[in-house]
């Protein structure tokens, strides 16, 4: 039985691991201790007391680590416990050792073999990718893995990012803005005498007022939306555009040979986030084959018809929400030239996207019968 242990499973990206193991009946083959940043002491989910998870000789004493807990402890802990001489296996959600260079990116639909080969050459240190990186290329594997056959010059994407994705604190912000909204145009709706414009006025004033909570997200995001994510990188992207080129060649194992570019919006969904895609290829390729390939990606993805009904229906996320489905549609050429393709694209971040990830790495270690000594 694996000894695991768990930072963060109470926060958002960390319950859904957690009900994603129970789900799956995995929880029964781990031998799991709970940590806590701030609730050291008190019982856990086992009706154990939580450990510390700044107590350095009792993560020591975990073969295998999983952090849900954000890049801040990532920083804080994880330097002091490699010193200690600690030479388990850390799985973390968070971007704070992605691009290290001993730190192998996990998305097993994409890149398992990447796994595997980390594994036997003793790497110990394991993060999920970006969230949108992981919902692209989930999305789009099937016209990368002979990109350089297939003519694939490029990739953008423009997303649409939920609430969630910036953390609860955002989402219980978002719904306490919409309280407010609706709170100011109920007397207009509610009046058969007034019109659309007064309706407007009310909306406008109360997404302009004192009133509207925005100390999570710093700005109105209810009926509204924010293109800008992330801290500035300062060649006009933010960091969350920076994540899309660098994982994404990190997680394919591309060394930067294949661009992506885009531009990232947080919008007033609470969950999944999507993409609008467009692929350069150097030369057109039938839609048919597009499809086809795109429908290979993963056993997940699945290609929809690029017709009203389908696209309003499955596209979107009210559909795929609380769902392990990556859809993908609207897939059609662009006027600009036959060689440049474009689709949509939903997923839900919380799984695919940063839970789901960390619960199979659990299980390729396993598979692996990776059974790392704490002490080294």
Request: proline share 5%.
């Amino acid at each position: 039985m694996q000894r695991v242990g768990f930072v963060g499973w109470r926060g958002m990206v960390g319950s859904v691991l957690m009900d994603r193991l129970r789900e799956e009946g995995e929880l029964e083959r781990i031998d799991a201790r709970y940590f806590s940043t701030s609730a050291a002491g008190a019982l856990g989910p086992d009706a154990q007391p939580l450990a510390s998870a700044f107590d350095l000789d009792a993560l020591a004493a975990m073969p295998v680590l999983v952090s849900c807990q954000g890049g801040g402890y990532t920083r804080k802990v994880y330097g002091p416990l490699r010193a200690s001489g600690w030479q388990g296996i850390w799985i973390d959600a968070a971007s704070a050792l992605r691009m290290e260079p001993d730190t192998t990116l996990v998305l097993d639909p994409i890149n398992r073999g990447g796994i595997d080969d980390a594994l036997h050459a003793g790497v110990r240190t394991f993060a999920g990718s970006n969230c949108t990186v992981s919902l692209l290329l989930m999305a789009i594997a099937g016209l990368l893995r002979d990109w350089k056959e297939l003519g694939v010059e490029w990739v953008q994407s423009s997303t649409y990012q939920a609430a969630s994705g910036a953390g609860a604190a955002q989402v219980q912000e978002l719904v306490a803005q919409w309280r407010i909204l609706v709170g100011a145009v109920a007397p207009v709706l509610d009046d058969p005498t007034q019109g659309v414009l007064e309706l407007d006025r009310a909306l406008s004033g109360a997404l302009r007022s004192a009133e509207l909570p925005t100390r999570a997200l710093g700005y109105p995001l209810a009926a509204s939306l924010l293109p800008w994510v992330g801290d500035a990188k300062g060649d006009g992207r933010t960091e969350e555009e920076w994540k899309g080129h660098a994982e994404a060649n990190k997680l394919l194992g591309l060394h930067g040979e294949l661009p992506f570019d885009g531009m990232c919006v947080r919008v007033g969904a609470i969950r999944c986030h999507s993409q609008s895609v467009t692929v350069k290829f150097k030369a057109a390729l039938p839609l048919d084959e597009v499809e086809a390939r795109l429908a290979a990606s993963t056993p997940w993805t699945h290609v929809w018809a690029n017709d009203a009904e389908s696209t309003r229906r499955a596209l979107t996320p009210a559909s795929v929400s609380g769902t392990l489905d990556i859809a993908v549609g609207r897939v059609h050429r662009l006027r600009m030239g036959p060689e440049y393709l474009s689709l949509f694209t939903v997923g839900d971040q919380l799984l695919w996207g940063a839970a789901e990830p960390l619960r199979r790495m659990l299980n390729i270690l396993e598979a692996h019968g990776s059974r790392v000594g704490a002490g080294g």
